[in-house]
């Protein structure tokens, strides 16, 4: 057996983490029930955007070829994302991929074994969902959500099907990061009776895309399929390319940054929730029609 089930469990290790990737669901069943062992396991885009080809698309294919995995299609509502994002793997693989219009189409190809998720933060839970429902292992992107509907929707989704998830929260696969939990869970460090993170950045121009906005239109995309389960209004690409800074898309730096700082004392501690929450923010300088504090 040339691909035994330990390079699979390494991929989920190694690329996982190049991938920025955590939170791993694995268990016999679920691994009995992907592809035989020198099977090469295809992999569908939901979602190419800037994070998609930023960031998990290169690493993807660093690990691809030693791991005998391949992208086969791209499912991305905006033609444009999906032109260019066909022809970016193409550059970086040599290989074509396929290209759909939605999920129902990327589900209904018999080449498609599992997926990487990267699409709008209020889009991880649903897609999560729809991808182990239609019998595919996922990465899916941080935040997994922002509503608890969506969240406990997802988990049931996943228990029910058995399949395999991680989820970007990317210190999880950091050596610091272990080593950092390594040490606080051996006692070496004593008992912790309280914590403070900050994370201090300025960036003003990040999250905004004023050269990508004016290109969208409505016609090159289906904006309703985009809301999912969103009350319906008038599309708006900013909103669209932009969400970052408008909810119900996101919910600003929780679904950015406080997903991370949260999930390390939760993981250092052992604690699963706060038992109180206070937050204060504003929008002091950008008045740009925005509604998230957010940088």
């Known amino acids: 057996m040339d691909f035994k089930e330990s390079n699979r469990r390494e991929f989920l290790k190694t690329g996982g983490a190049a991938l920025a990737a955590t939170a791993v669901t694995w268990n016999a069943k679920s691994y009995a029930q992907i592809l035989g062992a020198n099977d090469r396991v295809k992999v569908g885009i939901v979602g190419c955007g800037d994070r998609m080809k930023g960031a998990l698309i290169p690493a993807f294919l660093e690990h691809s070829k030693e791991l ?14 999906r032109e260019q994002g066909s022809a970016y793997v193409q550059k ?27 699409t709008a933060d209020f889009q991880h839970a649903l897609h999560g969902v729809e991808a182990v429902n239609a019998g595919r292992d996922a ?4 935040p997994t959500a922002h509503t608890m509907s969506d969240a406990r929707a997802f988990l049931a989704a996943v228990k029910r099907t058995g399949k395999i998830v991680q989820v970007g929260t990317q210190r999880r696969s950091t050596p610091s990061y272990q080593k950092a939990a390594e040490y606080i869970k051996s006692g070496a460090f004593g008992d912790i009776v309280m914590v403070e993170m900050t994370w201090n950045v300025n960036q003003p121009g990040r999250w905004r895309r004023p050269d990508v906005v004016p290109l ?3 016609q090159d995309t289906d904006w309703k ?5 969103n009350p319906y209004e008038p599309f708006n690409a900013r909103k669209y390319l932009e969400f970052r800074l408008f909810w119900p898309y996101s919910s600003g730096i929780p679904d950015q940054w406080l997903v991370h700082q949260i999930d390390t004392v939760h993981w250092f501690s052992g604690f699963t929730h706060p038992r109180s929450v206070v937050a204060n923010g504003g929008i002091y300088l950008w008045k740009d029609g925005r509604q998230n504090w957010i940088p």
Not at 68 to 73: D, R
Not at 92 to 118: F, H, P, Q, W
Not at 139 to 142: H, Q
């Open 216 to 218: 969208l239109k409505e």
């Open 68 to 81: 005998n995995f391949e992208f086969s299609a791209i499912s991305d509502l905006w033609s444009l994302r």
């Open 139 to 142: 990465y899916v992107e941080k």
């Open 225 to 229: 399929r985009y809301l999912l389960n």
């Open 92 to 118: 970086l693989s040599g290989s074509s991929v396929a290209t759909v219009r939605n999920n129902e189409e990327l589900y209904a190809r018999k080449d498609v074994d599992v997926v990487l998720v990267a």
